[in-house]
């Protein structure tokens, strides 16, 4: 089945569950604020894969959208796949 997902701004990832908008992941990116040539920039990204999420809050995770228990390694490496491949 299709799973539709968009970014809700600034830094949320969401998918529908049954017509509500619930959050799966969330982005932070820090960066340096020195203008100097050796900046930095980090980038943390939390998924909700196997957690169970407490009722009342609008976020759900992986294993309850799909109804399976996730490897952690094979979601790890799908997504270090992915933004290698779009860097």
Known sequence: SVISSEVKAPNVIVVLEQGERRKICGILIEASSD?????????????????AVPDGLAAISLKRLTRKTWPLEEILRSILSRWQADL
């Open 35 to 51: 203008s100097k040539p050796s900046s930095w920039i980090v980038i943390g990204a939390g998924v909700n894969v196997n957690n």
